[in-house]
């Protein structure tokens, strides 16, 4: 080989290395491009994240302050309650009394029409 053909060959190599090193530049700069926006969504991803769950924090929050409430209520009412059921339960027994009371005046009664009917009517 003559010199100026070693010297073209050597231009060509260099141009070729220089064209391979531009286009390993483009690639990592895309990569680079591609790795920097798949951090901007994560990094909105994670923002997202943290902001609904300070909603959720700030729900339980309230939903505990409820719950609190609703038992402080709760222990309010239950001698209400037990009130109520022991006057039922005193209603039922009087009911009861009641009706028994009642049958036997009833029986009484009939008993007693019974006798005047058969008083008057001459067979007793």
């Excluded at 902001?51 to 700030?58: A, F, G, I, P, W």
């Excluded at 008993?111 to 009517?121: D, G, K, L, N, S």
Aim: avoid cysteine; hydrophobic fraction near 45%.
């Amino acid at each position: 080989m003559s010199p100026a053909e070693i010297d073209v060959s050597v231009h060509r190599q260099l141009g070729e290395l220089v064209a391979g090193m531009r286009g390993l530049q483009e690639s990592i700069r895309r990569i680079e491009e591609g790795a920097q926006r798949a951090e901007d969504k994560a990094t909105s991803s994670r923002a997202g994240v943290h902001q609904r769950m300070d909603q959720l924090v700030d729900r339980v929050g309230d939903l505990e302050a409820s719950v609190s409430t609703l038992g402080g209520d709760v222990a309010e009412m239950k001698p209400v309650t037990d009130d109520v059921k022991r006057w039922k339960l005193m209603g039922i027994g009087a009911l009861g009394v009641t009706g028994i009371a009642a049958m036997a005046l009833g029986v009484s009664f009939a008993e007693a029409i019974r006798r005047i009917i058969f008083v008057i009517v001459g067979k007793g």
